[in-house]
Each structure stands twice: as C-alpha cells, then as structure tokens.
C-alpha cells in the first residue's frame, strides 16, 4: 500500500519567512496530492491540491509542487502570519483508493 | 467547498455503552464514506470506507463487530462504537468523497469513556 512521509515534523519560523515542509510517497500511482491545515481540536480543512498532470500549483500565498519521478511534494507557504500556525498533512491517493496522510508538520509562526 | 456535518460534537459516556456518530453532507451526494480516528499529536488514522448500500471495508487492525458503520443513503453515514471503553477515547472525524478527487472532512467528534 501507499506509505507517506512528511517532514518536518515541527517548525518554527519567524512571522514574514517562508514556510516548507516536504513529503515523500511510495505508490507511483498516486495522482492525487492535497494538503490539510488543521487547527487544534477542529476538522482538517483542505487548503490546496494538485494532481499528477501539473508539477507546480499557487493560490495567493500557498504553493504545492510535485515531483512525479522523484515521488515528492512539497508545500510552500510564503510571507507566513500567525494565523498560519497549525498542522499541516499531506496525503496522496491512486485513483479509487483511500487517502494516505503524512503524519504531520505543526508550524508555529512567531510574531 | 461542500460542508460535512457530524453530531454529536462532544459526547462522554459510561465503559460498556454503546455510542452512535452521525456524519452527513449536507450539500452534495457522497459516493464513499471514511472514518478516521485521531489520537493528541498525532495524524489521522483510517478506520473503514463505507459505500452507500453496502458493507463497510476496515482497515487492518480495527474491530468490525466494535466499530459497526452504516451508509444507509448519499448523505448519511453512521459510527457506532460498541461497549466502549476507555482506550476507546479519542477525536473520531468522519470525511465525504462526491467529486472523483476532493475530501471534505466533517468537524470531529470528541468521545470519553469514563
């Protein structure tokens, strides 16, 4: 099955610095890669996608490249604030099958 | 995005009792249904995918006869833990899948068995 790694798993920047966390997947047929913000004690909230036809994808100050040969993808968040401060998941998903998550990066953005 | 909702959000309840969660999409049909349950600090783990109208699969490790689901409609799925105990305790969050891609997670459910 599909196995995801992510990391790191803490991170801590200062308000205004670029934010990257990486992950890494087995299953060469995943073609699905969403990222997963989730504040404490509530639902992950997707923040941004991409699939396996495109290598990078940007909405305002989120960005998630892919990596098919090299099985990786990353999230960059960029001029981070505090309310960027949680844990973010990767996953990935071949076509049909159940999500596999990453086992998470809390970010904490210091003002 | 569409909106998942799960009710109860908080329950406690008694070792040996029987708990039931709900989690409907209120705004588009879910062909497939997960379950996930969250320990503090750590990432979400999959339960079981349910189909509506038929059995749910389980991941490898976790009780069918203790975690019992039915997806009884497109909207409906439901969780029951079965004599729960403590080590049962934890953020149960169910998820909807309509659109071939995108998974859309309801608010959680954070259960205590005393």
């Known amino acids: 099955g599909e196995n995801v790694e992510q990391h790191p798993s803490t991170l801590s920047v200062q308000e205004g610095d670029s934010a990257v966390i990486k992950c890494t997947y087995s299953d060469s047929a995943s073609n699905y890669f969403p990222w997963y913000k989730q504040e404490l004690g509530k639902r992950p909230q997707l923040i941004i996608d991409?699939?396996?036809?495109?290598g990078e994808k940007k909405d305002q100050r989120i960005a998630v490249t892919l990596n098919k040969t090299a099985k990786h993808f990353s999230l960059h968040i960029t001029e981070t604030q505090p309310e960027d401060s949680a844990v973010y998941f990767c996953a990935a998903r071949a076509a049909g099958n159940k999500l596999t998550f990453g086992g998470g990066t809390r970010v904490l953005v210091k003002p | 995005g569409a909106v998942v909702s799960q009710h109860p959000s908080r329950v406690i309840c008694k070792s040996g009792t029987s708990v039931k969660i709900e989690c409907r999409s209120l705004d588009f049909q879910a062909t497939t249904m997960f379950w996930y349950r969250q320990f503090p600090k750590q990432s979400l783990m999959l339960m079981a995918t349910?189909?509506?109208?038929?059995?749910?699969?389980?991941e490898q490790g976790v009780e069918k006869d203790k975690f019992l689901i039915n997806h009884a409609s497109l909207t409906l799925s439901t969780l029951t833990v079965t004599s729960a105990h403590p080590e049962d305790s934890s953020f149960y969050i169910c998820?909807?899948?309509?659109?071939?891609?995108?998974?859309?997670f309801g608010p959680g459910t954070r259960l205590t068995v005393t």
């Open positions: 349910s189909n509506e109208g038929s059995k749910a699969t389980y």
């Open positions: 991409i699939r396996s036809n495109v």
């Open positions: 998820s909807a899948r309509g659109d071939p891609y995108e998974q859309y």
